[in-house]
């Protein structure tokens, strides 16, 4: 898969998830469903991106992406179970993204320097 695929779908399913999210206290049936897309769809961008390179660090980083990702799966399982669990998977999904979003651009940027 190539990257402009890979973001596009990407994209498409952290959309579904923030969606599906925001609609949970309206109660609608096909929210989970949304949101199982949407968990489905990022980690299949995640699972399917290889970092080849040597640093450690940005390996470590690349493993918490992953790792998001299946948190997010598993959030959606406790949505369908209607158990209020999914938020905290949710959050910590949504922190250890954040964290990643920022620091490999950054470490990304420091090797390219040297």
């Known amino acids: 898969m190539n990257n402009k695929t890979r973001n596009t779908i ?5 959309i579904c998830v923030l969606i599906a999210a925001a ?3 309206t109660g609608w049936f096909a929210v ?3 949101f199982a897309l949407g968990a489905a769809g990022i980690a299949v961008c995640r699972l399917t991106f290889r970092y080849e390179g040597t640093n450690f660090r940005l390996k470590r980083l690349y493993r918490m992406e992953t790792l998001s990702a299946l948190l997010l799966v598993a959030a959606s399982y406790f949505m ?3 158990r209020t669990e999914w938020i905290l998977l949710l959050t ?3 922190i250890l993204q954040l964290y990643t979003a920022i620091l490999i ?3 990304i940027e420091k090797d390219s320097k040297q």
């Open 105 to 107: 651009p950054q470490i």
């Open 32 to 34: 989970p469903y949304i």
């Open 80 to 82: 369908f179970k209607t």
């Open 23 to 25: 609609l949970y206290i």
């Open 92 to 94: 910590v999904a949504a």
């Open 10 to 14: 990407f994209l498409l399913s952290a």
